[in-house]
């Protein structure tokens, strides 16, 4: 893991309410007042996005971290608390050395009240049969959610749109 966000705008805020440099912390990866400042900082950007696409008319999504504390701790993503109209959780089940049924877990971390407004994103290079296909589609839909997403359509040969139609049906 690594950490990130060390811009000189970020530090300055940091110590504008802290009285330090974060780079002068002791371990900063590590401090919870650090990690928060950039947690904001993000979640204030989220709100200027929604501001601009609300007087568009516009609706708005993000592809995120699969649930809120994994965001959290990894990415700085809170995005629980983001007013998006969708989210589209990565659920990269691989990516985490887990099994297809991670997927389904991963789901349950999410808030109920998310959910109406999940789309399960589903990684097809990690999907190289139909019968897994068919399982991480089967563990997405264990909750109600909004639908599924497949990242990337174009590692979705036309042999696999066959199999995907008679999974769906």
């Known amino acids: 893991q690594f950490d990130f966000d060390y811009h000189p705008l970020a530090r300055q805020k940091f110590f504008q309410l802290f009285g330090i440099d974060p780079i002068d912390l002791q371990n900063p990866e590590l401090n919870v007042e650090w990690h928060q400042v950039r947690l904001n900082e993000i979640n204030a950007l989220v709100q200027e996005f929604r501001l601009l696409t609300d007087s568009a008319k516009i609706k708005l999504s993000a592809a995120v971290f699969p649930y809120p504390a994994l965001a959290r701790k990894n990415v700085r993503q809170d995005w629980s608390f983001w007013p998006l109209n969708e989210v ?5 089940h691989n990516f985490y050395e887990q099994e297809i049924s991670w997927i389904n877990f991963a789901l349950q971390q999410i808030p109920r009240a ?15 049969d139909s019968s897994s296909l068919k399982n991480a589609i089967h563990q997405a839909t264990l909750l109600p959610i909004k639908g599924i997403a497949f990242f990337s359509i174009d590692h ?8 995907l139609k008679q999974i769906i049906k």
């Open 88 to 92: 589209y959780p990565m659920l990269y």
């Open 114 to 128: 998310q959910r109406k407004k999940t789309v399960a994103g589903l990684f097809l290079p990690a999907l190289q």
């Open 156 to 163: 979705l040969p036309k042999r696999k749109n066959e199999q």
